[in-house]
């Protein structure tokens, strides 16, 4: 199974802060990356897919990058409706598998 | 707009069965994979399943495989997931899930399931 690190564990931001989270795979996924954000009581929300690519409707200050086994979610200017939980998810190959989460707070 | 409306969620005790079903509207509900993902309380996700557009494959985790059945009638635009031989660890919200290209971009709103004497 592709296995997922994702760092860090929780972070905590002042607004207008830009933050990363990384997410490392234990092999090459081909950008097969999507990026979630969930916050308590509700189901995830897709932010980011193919590594790079912003779904509709997301704002702008998300972006995604990353290659290979290495990728990264960037928030640009820290909004306190950001906060939550963030996960990444492979789906190179059967098991898809999750990372296991940043939770994002305001500072 | 997208729903996914799932239902079939309860109390069951370890050993028994539960279904669970996903209602799809908004989306032709037979050009899309599905898949149910699930998680522990206050744990992380967990993918569980996935079935293609039109049913003839599909795909689990191995610690559900041989207990857990995903299944889709397209006629009615749903999405269900036969649990048997449920364990403690199977305790989860379960969400069902449209599995395009761009991996899991709609959810439905979760199901608890409670498996426990």
């Known amino acids: 199974d592709i296995q997922m690190t994702q760092s860090p564990a929780s972070l905590s931001a002042s607004l207008g802060e830009t933050v990363s989270i990384e997410c490392l795979a234990s092999?090459?996924?081909?950008?097969?990356l999507a990026w979630y954000q969930q916050k308590p009581g509700k189901s995830p929300q897709l932010l980011i897919y193919a590594a790079n690519r912003l779904q509709d409707g997301v704002p702008s200050r998300f972006s995604g990058s990353g290659s290979g086994t290495q990728y990264s979610l960037k928030i640009s200017g820290m909004q306190p409706e950001d906060e939550g939980d963030y996960f990444c998810l492979q789906g190179s190959k059967f098991p898809l598998t999750f990372g296991s989460g940043t939770k994002l707070e305001i500072k | 707009e997208v729903q996914l409306v799932e239902s079939g969620g309860g109390l069951v005790q370890p050993g028994r069965s539960l279904k669970l079903s996903c209602a799809a509207s908004?989306?032709?509900?037979?050009?899309?994979?599905m898949a149910w993902v699930r998680q522990a309380p206050k744990k992380g996700l967990e993918w569980v399943a996935t079935i293609s557009y039109d049913g003839s494959s599909t795909y689990y985790r191995d610690s559900v495989k041989g207990r857990f059945t995903i299944s889709r009638d397209n006629a009615k635009s749903t999405l269900y997931l036969q649990m048997d031989s449920l364990r403690s660890e199977d305790t989860a919200t379960y969400y069902c899930a449209r599995h395009g290209a761009t991996l899991f971009d709609y959810w439905g709103q979760g199901v608890m399931v409670t498996v426990s004497s």
């Open positions: 908004g989306f032709t509900f037979s050009d899309y994979n």
């Open positions: 092999e090459d996924i081909y950008s097969y």
